[in-house]
């Protein structure tokens, strides 16, 4: 592999010098503009975007290492992003001294931040504008770096190429305008191995100084650089330029000494020599970086803290304590739908595919299946090891905030797919043939031009939202939020934009609609630092200040009529311990979606308010009254607690309502499933982190008794579908029938009466009909009996409990009596279903048995009269014969 690839004008004529001369004008330009277009891109873009969560703290932080060469807020972060974005900000010398602005003696970075931007009266924008310039020409310089090492290892076709997707990048745009270390390390790392590459081709002090330099500035970009450090000294051992001759003396020594048995002694005595020659050259690269971060911290020799032991650059090493620990507690983190404190381990490679535009992965796939197929790992290991390694030390990592932190791949990426407009691929080592590839004609007159162009205008259409970018695989931008949050997509930018909206949209409805929303107040659970208040948004926080408590007056279940912004990383509850407390919203459509980031909803009057709540409160209340009402936002509903796991209940009046269902209690077989059916879901907590599981339906219906007039004969049924609809109780598998019969125990011959259902019961309660879950059954087995009631009059004697009996001719043969809806509660007009369970005893006999139920006080025993005609004729219902085999 040669260190650059030159035309060959030697032999030919003025024409084709005349023509290589034009070729690399035309290609020189083409860097230009391409390099423009990307600090064009990235320049435009800054001003139309508000501080990042991250950036106020860095900036902050490089403020005050400027100005005062003050360590102690250099934390968690090496300084060189300190020092370039610091050194900009001398140009403001209205600035207040770091000295003076609250916390700096303590040293609390947040508040101190907080303080410089928002509360001094600094302007901000110049701040920001003034900080991050830097950062772009550093991404600037980037790109020149990968056309260099492209043109490099695979011709000038591939440089251009390779430039050509580094200028529209979204990923790199969106992070080169930001004042974080992701750009930077970035930069530094590529540009490290670059120049540790150069030494490598051709070792001299001049290039080893330089490679140590580049390197040192890797390691104080971020500490995640510090792989460089084993990943530089694997490709010393690979792809030293002495390798090659090595392996060649030690084929001449087999050779030589053969004959003479001393193969063993020759072969080692070269390959310790030879190792220890790139040992040591890596050594020196090593230790000149170690100076550059030394010197970062002002060459700080400190005591570690708890020991008297001096070290140097303490401040560092106590960063890398942090970070390990940081790593060991977990973060939180959002993959679509789920999420994690401590991540997983696909986190990256999901981000990777929906973040990398498609261009990219096509052209990685074929650059792949090149390397396989013409075996060049050893050739392109400088540009594979880094990436490769980085991205498996992702895959181990529990920090799954978002791709930027796997960004130091995408240079090496864009270089190593470039290889596909090459003409011949790798130039090959000297001693060494390789077969030329080859590339076809319409591969580099079509393909490429048109991958291009969609792949530049898909950027182009993005701007300046290119920290929003998903590609086709997620839905594009619009629906990469059901995937990834946090800093992939949302990261606090877009405050001015929710400003611009609100300006133009918001005050435009409330004049035509005169809708009132508190005075103009938007409701704002926003992700980031930024004070929203500095760009003139009037705002009511959905959260308590300093907490992820819901504010007062914020409703999750039930909100309040007004406009409501909402972060989609707020959204998504990456960071709350409660996942789903917006849980409603992603129910909801918004109205606009400012810079894909923060979500916009109205939130209209509701015409037809509920009136109660069904709460089921097994296996355990997930809420108390006082909650109820925060939740909900409504302190006048009528709250029906009952029992979900046997009893239903469909409270009188037929108006709209809600119902709060456990997860133990709500799924495939429970009653909810067969009350509600499809009933809408309004909200639902899936039970992560902190939160009990349950869910809100909404439910409209008005409830009629079944039928009059039951058939002569009794018809078995299985167990009742029971759902509370509109004017049905009954669903066509309920029977409507029961009968009195003055024999405590009847047998074939006794006389049954049939009664009109609904049947009364003490002038309390109507029964309505019931099902069975089998009309056969086996000793040791369980029926589950289902009966619908009807409350008529408030109870008189509460409480009361359903009694469901198994009788046959020596009485009560299984006993399953209960009611999970207490009666003190119960308001005429309430339907309630209760199912009850009979366990038949293994020793009771094959034959016919009766089913018997009715209602009976718990205080005294003494059961409801069944009525007919007001008149009390029976104290039980008798429901339907059922056979016991054998």
Known sequence: MSTSVRPRVAATGPTKVA??????????????????????????????????????????????????????????????????????????????????????????LFHFADNLFWRLGHDVDKMLFLARFPIVLLGTLLGAFVYRWARDAYGRAAGLLAAGLYAFAPNLLAHTRLVTTDLAVTACSFIALYAFWRYLRQPTGWRMGLAGVALGLALTAKLSALLLIPVTGLLALLESRHYADCRLQIADCRKRVATR?????????????????????????????????????????????????????????????????????????????????????????????????????LLLGVAAWDTVRRARWREEAPLLVFPVAYFGFALAS???????????????????????????????????????????????????????????????????????????????????????????????????????????????????????????????????????????????????????????????????????AVSATVLQGAYSPEPDLFDWFRRHEPIARIGYS?????????????????????PDPVMRDAEISRRFGRDDLRVVGFDCGQTWVCPAGGGPGWYLVPAANDGLGTLAERSLGDGQVIYRERGLRDAPAYTIYRWRGALAPCGQGAPEELVPAREANLVCEANLVCKANLVCKAWASPALSPAETDPLTALPVPADLGGQVSFLGYGLSSEQIAPGDEMVLTTAWQVTARPQAPPLSVFAHLVGPTGAVSVGDGLGFPAIQWVPGDVFIQRNRLLIPAEV?????????????????????????????DDRLLLAPVTVRD
């Not at 950036?55 to 360590?71: K, P, Q």
């Not at 048995?849 to 059961?863: F, K, P």
């Open 598 to 618: 923060i979500f916009v909803y109205r939130v209209e009057p509701d015409p037809d308010p509920v009136s109660w709540l069904g709460f089921c409160y097994t």
């Open 261 to 361: 048995g001393k193969l063993a002694v020759g072969h080692l005595s070269l390959v310790i020599g030879h190792w220890s020659l790139v040992i040591g050259h890596w050594a020196l690269v090593i230790l000149c970086a170690g100076v550059i971060v030394w010197a970062s911290y002002r060459f700080e020799v400190r005591a570690w803290p708890g020991t008297t032991l001096p070290l140097p650059a303490t401040t560092y090493l106590l960063n890398v304590r942090t970070l390990i620990g940081h790593a060991d507690r977990g973060h939180g983190a959002f993959l679509m739908g789920r999420v994690s404190i401590h991540g997983w381990w696909y986190y990256f490679p999901v981000a990777f595919l929906l973040k990398t535009p498609l261009p990219t992965l």
């Open 398 to 564: 529990s920090l799954n905030i978002g791709f930027r932190y796997i960004l130091p791949i995408v240079p090496f990426i864009i270089t190593y797919a470039a290889k596909v407009a090459g003409l011949t691929g790798l130039r090959p080592r000297p001693g060494r043939r390789l077969r030329p590839g080859r590339r076809p004609a319409w591969l580099r007159r079509y393909a490429l031009p048109v991958l291009m162009v969609l792949y530049a205008s898909a950027s182009l259409r993005l701007h300046p939202h290119y920290l929003a970018y998903f590609n086709l695989l997620a839905g594009g931008p619009e629906g990469g939020y059901r995937y990834l949050v946090d800093s992939n997509l949302d990261w606090g930018q877009d405050l001015k934009l929710l400003k611009a909206y609100l300006d133009e949209q918001v005050d435009r409805v409330e004049e035509v609609d005169r809708v009132e929303v508190g005075a103009g107040e938007v409701w704002l659970g926003y992700l980031g630092t930024a004070d929203p208040a500095y760009y003139g948004i009037r705002y009511r926080s959905l959260f308590v200040p300093g907490t992820s408590r819901p504010a007062e007056g914020f409703f999750p279940i039930n909100p309040a009529p007004g406009w409501y």
């Open 19 to 108: 023509t290589t001369d034009l070729s690399l004008v035309i290609g020189h330009w083409s860097l230009v503009i391409l390099l423009l277009a990307f600090f064009a891109q990235a320049v435009t873009s800054m001003p139309l975007k508000a501080p990042t969560f991250d950036e106020e703290f860095h900036i902050a932080r490089a403020y005050a290492y400027v100005h005062t060469g003050d360590l102690r807020m250099q934390q968690n972060h090496p300084p060189l992003v300190s020092l370039l974005a610091g050194v900009p900000l001398l140009l403001m010398p209205e600035l207040t001294p770091p000295e003076e602005i609250p916390h700096w003696d303590d040293a609390f």
């Open 845 to 873: 006999p094959p034959g016919r048995y009766w089913v018997q139920v009715g209602l009976y006080s718990l205080a005294t025993d003494e059961r409801l009269p069944v009525r007919k005609a007001a008149k009390p004729i």
